[in-house]
């Protein structure tokens, strides 16, 4: 049976738990989403989602209850880890000048260089249709919320969605970052792949 730890320190994370159990029923699979608040949680998960909210509360309290290098070591071993929006940043190798000031914790696993709120206070919260081909043609809602972009990808990083001109999804290895919230959606395809990178399809 399946089992996906998402790390639950702050931010979406039920939403992401419930966006797990759709993408189960939707393609027949076994399997639950656990609410990881302690590293021994983490042992033998076959994937890991770390969700969105204030990266810079994520990585820090990840770094105090020694989530950050329990995630660190399984993601290194090739476990699978989704990232989204704030979790997107914390898997950067790279940031901007907040994530300097700020001097949040960044667990460095992906060649992605990030800029944090990268959108501006016009255009804070917003859905768009993005074209992500892994997923198929029909066009997935992207919602964004005070989202990130990556500037800079390096090494085997490929980019998987883009959005006016701007690094919105990328793939690396047994790893995704988008910049958007999949789990705030009712289309579970991003979710459905994810689990399929769980069952060593990647
Ligand atoms: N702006 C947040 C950050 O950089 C991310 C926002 C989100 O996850 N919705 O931490």
Same mark, same amino acid.
């Given at each position: ?34 609410? &990881? *608040? ?16 204030? $990266? ?17 070591? !399984?993601?290194? $071993?090739?476990?699978? !880890? !989704?990232?989204? @929006? ?13 994530? =300097?000031?700020?001097?949040? #914790? ?6 992605? *260089?990030?800029?944090?709120? +990268? ?5 804070? $919260?917003?859905? =768009? ?9 029909? #066009?997935?809602?992207?919602? %964004?919320?005070? +989202?990130?972009? &990556? ?11 883009? %959005? ?14 988008? *910049? ?17 990178? @769980?069952?060593?399809?990647?």
């Amino acid at each position: 049976m399946m089992r996906i730890g998402v790390i639950g320190l702050q931010g979406a994370v039920s939403e992401h738990i419930e966006a797990v159990r759709r993408a189960l029923v939707a393609s027949g699979q076994q399997g639950e989403a656990v609410w &990881v *608040a302690r590293p021994e949680q983490l042992e033998g998960v076959d994937g890991i989602i770390i969700p969105g909210g204030e $990266s810079t509360t994520i990585g820090k309290l990840m770094k105090i209850t020694e989530i950050f290098d329990a995630v660190k070591r !399984l993601a290194e $071993s090739g476990v699978p !880890l !989704l990232g989204t @929006c704030a979790g997107m940043v914390v898997l950067a190798k790279r940031g901007d000048e907040q994530v =300097a000031r700020t001097k949040q #914790p960044l667990l460095g696993l992906m060649d992605i *260089a990030v800029v944090r709120n +990268a959108f501006g206070r016009q255009r804070e $919260s917003f859905e =768009a249709e993005l074209n992500i081909p892994i997923l198929g043609e029909k #066009p997935f809602p992207g919602v %964004f919320i005070r +989202a990130p972009v &990556v500037k800079e990808v390096w090494g085997d990083a490929e980019v998987i969605a883009e %959005f006016m001109g701007k690094i919105v999804g990328v793939k690396q290895r047994n790893m995704v970052a988008v *910049a958007f919230h999949p789990e705030l959606t009712t289309d579970t395809r991003l979710h459905e792949y994810f689990l399929r990178m @769980c069952r060593g399809q990647f």
